[in-house]
């Protein structure tokens, strides 16, 4: 019998397709003892466990027959609904995908082709970078930092090139942390509209603010304006559940529509159980919801600050976020953060090194750390021991003061 060399019967684009490296590391983390500040994952005592039970429960016992039944591609009706009054916009501009990962794919799929110019800021969320890349696409970058993407940098490009589309998380960025202030995003909006392009805004932690109030999405600035040209995804994940995979895109009908086409060669429809229950769970208590996640996000972003400040050494930089999930951390030039997570993990604290995060390479002396699934007590102490190991590993590269004779 031959046997099967199965690289030579995987089409061209399956050596596109990578593993995950935040997904490989968290299997390194899930050992008992790590204190993990690796995986954007949602704190669970926050997960609506015993209603979304009860929800459940009578769903399947009123409505089972639609609960598991096949559904339409665009999503169930009333939930679509839902989320159009909750943005103000219509339901046919809405679509429901199996979380915005999926939505990122099919923006790919529709949008890409082999050697199209894409822009993405550097870092980006290498969960983007992993679904575009399967398309063949020319990754265009422009450096970012706590206000966003540099808009200097930014028009130089754009001046030079059309991407097809610039995919951009301005509010509490990931893996950054970032928040564009308002006067960028009205530049940036500015200089996207005098060129017709098209933008995706990933806005998944619009609710994780800090603040009194969120600032406008480009996509609603853009709306106010009279510009189509937003394409916005958000999702439920970080303020329901992840497990549930119910997120959304908004966008013009005609591009609803294109995407409804590929999502159907995907997978059908969203699963309807699951939107019927998150539904459900907005119906009631939603705005208080929000706020108890907004405090119990901000509380633990500042005990990890607090910890960072007593801890690490001087020569590290690191931000400090007004919302979100994430603390960006900027080791000394020649550091490796591979090297640092290596020797983290033999004492049992983990991170996400920020390499992955540039899509067109760089960010070696770099990582992410997450503080929104620890306790208190395992914040502080997971920073205690990665700057005892950050110390030890700056001590080693320092060269030698030792007279050599």
């Known amino acids: 019998m031959k046997t099967l060399d199965w690289n030579t019967l995987f089409g061209k684009g399956a050596g596109r397709i990578q593993a995950s490296t935040i997904r490989e590391l968290l299997k390194l983390t899930q050992r ?149 202030p308002l006067r960028a995003r009205k530049r940036l ?56 995979r119910v997120a959304f895109a908004v966008a013009h009908p005609e591009v609803i529509l294109k995407l409804t086409q590929a999502k159907q060669g995907v997978d059908l429809h969203t699963p309807i159980l699951n939107q019927m229950l998150v539904h459900a769970l907005v119906q009631e208590g939603f705005p208080e919801r929000l706020e108890k996640i907004r405090a119990t996000y901000q509380a633990k972003a500042r005990t990890m600050l607090a910890a960072l400040d007593r801890e690490m050494p001087k020569e590290v930089r690191y931000t400090r976020p007004q919302g979100g999930m994430f603390v960006w951390m900027e080791l000394p030039e020649g550091l490796s953060a591979e090297a640092l997570f290596q020797q983290a993990i033999a004492e049992n604290v983990a991170f996400v090194p920020g390499g992955p995060f540039f899509a067109g390479g760089g960010g070696e002396n770099t990582l992410r750390l997450s503080y929104a699934t620890m306790g208190p007590e395992g914040i502080v102490e997971g920073v205690r021991r990665l700057a005892k190991v950050l110390r030890g590993l700056l001590a080693s590269a320092s060269p030698s003061t030792t007279p050599t004779g």
Do not use: C
Request: charged share 25%; proline share 9%; glycine share 10%.
């Open 32 to 180: 008992p003892g790590v204190i993990s500040f690796a995986g954007g994952l949602p704190a669970p005592e926050l997960f609506p466990k015993e209603e979304a039970a009860r929800k459940a429960a009578e769903i399947l016992k009123e409505k089972g027959e639609v609960a598991l039944q096949y559904g339409p591609t665009e999503g169930y009706g009333p939930l679509r609904t839902w989320v159009a009054e909750w943005l103000g916009v219509k339901p046919q501009e809405v679509l429901i995908t199996t979380g915005s990962q999926q939505a990122l794919d099919l923006l790919g799929k529709v949008f890409l082709d082999e050697g199209s110019p894409v822009l993405l800021e550097a870092p980006s969320y290498m969960g983007a970078i992993q679904a575009f890349r399967a398309y063949g696409p020319r990754f265009l970058t422009v450096p970012a930092g706590e206000e966003g993407p540099d808009l200097e940098a930014l028009e130089a490009t754009l001046k030079r090139e059309r991407p097809r589309f610039l995919y951009l998380i301005p509010s509490f960025q990931n893996p950054s942390g970032g928040l564009m």
């Open 189 to 244: 909006l500015e200089m996207v509209m005098e060129r017709g392009l098209l933008v995706v805004e990933d806005d998944a932690y619009r609710e994780l603010y800090f603040g009194e109030s969120r600032l406008p999405s480009l996509f609603e600035l853009a709306r106010e304006a009279g510009y189509p040209g937003v394409i916005y995804l958000s999702s439920f994940s970080k303020i329901l559940s992840p497990g549930l």
